[in-house]
């Protein structure tokens, strides 16, 4: 007998009859003999509908009463699969973040798991009732409701798995495993069986949004095994675990992609001690992530600064960029959001040269241009014109020899 956490994504219940789906299959599991804990996403749609509510009243939204908002969206969908549970015979419960509780810190939109208490769902588990715990919201220390970013269910579900020690989080999904890149967009990506953390880490840092990267984290942290698989088949997906001998050294194992960034340049900045400082302070002041910097030395004491941020992040990071330019007597601020960046992974990159210069290659033999590069020891990112991102992929998936046989 197992303790099993299991998430469905909003595909999984972006309905009345896939809710019962879900239901049925998690009854079944329970009979089988094994104790199951539910996590659920909003419908599919339905984040995005809330904010898009938001927007009408707020160009930008009150932080706490946008996550009042969001949280919502759970409180359905746990609610009905309760129901669905019991018509079905079996007894289940609904949990919202306050009520477990799902402790986390204050920011906003972006909170952070600080402690799960399991009393709660213990009790509920040695009753027989299955608990249904709504995804991707929590409370802070001042009783408010958090939310903690998009995809923020994958992180609740592993978050619960590893504080309840169950065995497994199985994070069901509309596709049925981990692929070598978007199978989206890219129909010769093929299924990976085994996949290291590490891998898995910088996979879904790098845009593969089939696990947000903080579930990675949590799981990584307290050796939680993850099965992401299909709500809707029965086929074993991909399991996500320590790296171990049975895996293959390959060079490159995969290619991501992340339409979510923007470019920021500060022309003719002046070139001394403390500059980067200036500009960069103020935006992490901000809890603005900024991803790649470039600096370019021109001719005399003026150097150019460029980096990246979310997208979403973006007209706040220009605003502050503006008033710090200033400040610093730089020439001018641009920004462009119509930037993606490509990336290829590969734990086997740390014992092999070259690989970065043959993704050059491959990007030139389609003609498309590098705008920004960055590297670490098992990733090579570049940013590109967004409207070559599929190319891109595809390209790179079969010039490194991922495309299925
Ligand atoms: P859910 O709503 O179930 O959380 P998401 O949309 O967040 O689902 O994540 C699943 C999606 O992730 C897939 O539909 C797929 O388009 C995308 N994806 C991106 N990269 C990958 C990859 N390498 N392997 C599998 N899916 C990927
Ligand atoms: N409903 C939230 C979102 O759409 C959380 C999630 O689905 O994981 O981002
Ligand atoms: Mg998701």
């Known amino acids: 007998m197992a303790l099993v956490v299991q998430k469905y994504g909003g595909t999984s219940v972006a309905n009345c009859n896939r809710i019962k789906r879900v239901a049925e299959r998690v009854i079944a599991r329970k009979e089988e003999g094994d104790d199951v804990v539910v996590v659920l996403s909003a419908m599919a749609g339905q984040t995005n509908y809330l904010i898009d509510l938001a927007l009408e009243m707020q ?120 692929y070598t890149t978007d199978p989206n967009i890219c129909p010769s990506a093929r299924k990976i069986e085994r996949i290291s953390y590490e891998e898995m880490l910088e996979m879904a840092s790098l845009g593969a949004k089939v696990l947000e990267i903080r579930s990675v984290e949590f799981a990584m942290r307290y050796g939680m095994p993850i099965h992401v698989r299909s709500s809707f088949t029965g086929t074993p997906g991909t399991m996500v675990v320590k790296e171990d001998e049975l895996m293959e050294d390959v060079l490159v194992s995969s290619v991501t992609y992340s339409r979510d960034e923007a470019r920021i340049t500060i022309k003719k900045v002046p070139d001394r001690p403390g500059i980067a400082a200036m500009i960069f302070n103020p935006i992490s002041d901000a809890n603005i992530i900024v991803d790649m910097i470039i600096q370019n030395t021109r001719a005399g004491d003026l150097t150019d600064m460029t980096f990246t941020v979310p997208k979403g992040d973006f007209d706040q990071a220009m ?20 930037i993606a960046k490509v990336s290829i992974i590969g734990v086997g990159m740390r014992n092999h040269a070259g690989i970065a210069s043959r993704m050059f290659d491959i990007l030139a033999r389609h003609n498309v241009n590098i705008l920004m590069i960055s590297t670490s020891e098992i990733k090579v990112s570049c940013i590109i014109d967004e409207k070559y991102t599929e190319l891109a992929v595809r390209a790179l998936h079969e010039g490194f020899g991922l495309d299925k046989k």
Request: with cysteine; glycine share 10%; charged share 20%.
């Open 59 to 178: 160009a930008h939204p009150d932080p706490r009463e946008l996550d009042v908002l969001l949280s919502t969206g759970e409180q359905v969908t746990i609610a009905l699969f309760s129901m669905a549970v019991k018509e079905m015979g079996q007894d289940a419960r609904s949990f919202l973040g306050y009520q477990v509780p799902v402790e986390t810190d204050s920011a906003h939109s972006k909170a952070r798991i600080q402690n799960i208490p399991t009393s709660k769902l213990q009790e509920a588990i040695s009753k027989g009732i299955i608990p249904v715990v709504a995804g991707f919201q929590g409370v802070s220390s001042t009783g408010d409701i958090t939310t903690l970013g998009r995809g923020g269910s994958d992180t609740t579900a592993v978050a619960v798995a590893v504080s309840l020690d169950a065995d497994v989080c199985e994070i069901y999904t509309d596709v049925d495993g981990v």
């Open 319 to 338: 605003s502050i960029v503006e008033k710090t330019a200033e400040k610093i007597g730089a020439e001018s601020v641009a920004g462009d959001k119509n």
